[in-house]
């Protein structure tokens, strides 16, 4: 053991919730805990009855980060994410469900390792519990987080939020990882199973002016050779396969609101400017992707339009 009871280690045959005894779940739990990427020994951890810890000398000390995280202290710490990007940056997210009916986004951001904070909730639905968030690996502006019915992405450190469409559906997003090499994102669902978002490295280049521009084209990534789509792979029938990635050359872009809908078109040239691919797409407000066929292309250097 590495510390004492860190809850508040309430009475649960005279505690109330909701008018009941708290018989949905478990009281005087450990809900949260994360030690920062950055240092060795920094912990911080938080329970279902509200407190907020963190210790600096792998559980030698511990101090009480409770009162300092504004709101009302009835509540259930759901996420707690340090900055993989700086040290003394510590992201909290906690829910009032079960305490107050309250459906509410509780986010906050500490620059000071928990002694002063700021709500980053604007932009939310009324109703958006936050249960899961991530930083991009390449860009700490670039935010998401997973709620109790969907996914919301922030491009300006948290300012503001806007809802992820797309194919994902309105449901529970548990939690969010970036795979380390093609930085896809995976989330984890509840209910509805893993999703991934091919390839997301576009994000950690996204800054304020080039959502100001109106419209930005992302530099694409380095594209390998895919494998036959001939292949007469026959999959087991009781079994789900999700369908592979699409093979081709992967093209983001980004458009504002007064250009959507427009018919947008990504042409190919070679390293001498001739003109070998064109794709055309109606492009909806946001990022949108367009991917451009390979297979009969030489290995070699192109550029895009």
């Not at 008018?19 to 994360?34: D, E, F, I, R, V």
């Not at 990007?85 to 928990?114: M, Q």
Request: glycine share 8%.
């Amino acid at each position: 053991m590495i510390s004492d009871d860190l809850s508040r280690d309430y009475d649960l045959d005279s505690t109330l919730v909701l008018g009941q005894k708290p018989l949905l779940k478990p009281y005087n739990s450990m809900t949260a805990l994360a030690e920062s990427p950055l240092k060795k020994g920094l912990i911080y951890a938080g329970t279902d009855d509200g407190n907020l810890w963190v210790t600096e000398d792998d559980g030698g000390s511990w101090k009480e980060l409770t009162t300092l995280i504004p709101g009302e202290q009835a509540r259930f710490i759901t996420r707690i994410v340090p900055s993989r990007h700086n040290e003394s940056t510590l992201y909290v997210a906690y829910g009032r469900f079960y305490e107050a009916d309250d459906l509410s986004s509780w986010l906050f951001v500490s620059r000071d390792k928990g002694n002063t904070w700021s709500r980053i909730a604007e932009g939310m639905d009324a109703e958006a519990v936050v249960m899961a968030f991530a930083e991009h690996p390449l860009n700490p502006d670039m935010l998401f987080a997973g709620v109790h019915n969907g996914l919301y992405i922030s491009a300006n450190g948290g300012a503001s939020w806007s809802r992820l469409t797309g194919s994902l559906p309105h449901v529970q997003v548990s939690d969010i990882v970036f795979s380390p090499v093609s930085h896809d994102m995976i989330l984890a669902t509840y209910g509805r199973g893993i999703w991934i978002g091919d390839n997301f490295s576009f994000a950690g280049y996204i800054t304020n002016d080039i959502v100001a521009s109106g419209m930005h084209l992302f530099e694409p990534v380095v594209t390998k050779a895919a494998a036959d789509p001939t292949d007469n792979f026959e999959p087991d029938p009781f079994t789900f396969y999700a369908p592979d990635p699409e093979a081709g050359i992967v093209t983001d872009f980004y458009l504002s609101e007064r250009l959507a809908g427009k018919d947008v078109t990504v042409t190919l040239f070679s390293a001498a400017r001739e003109e070998l691919k064109s794709v055309q797409a109606e492009a909806a407000s946001g990022f949108n992707r367009v991917v451009i066929d390979s297979g009969d292309l030489e290995p070699g250097s192109y550029t895009f339009n």
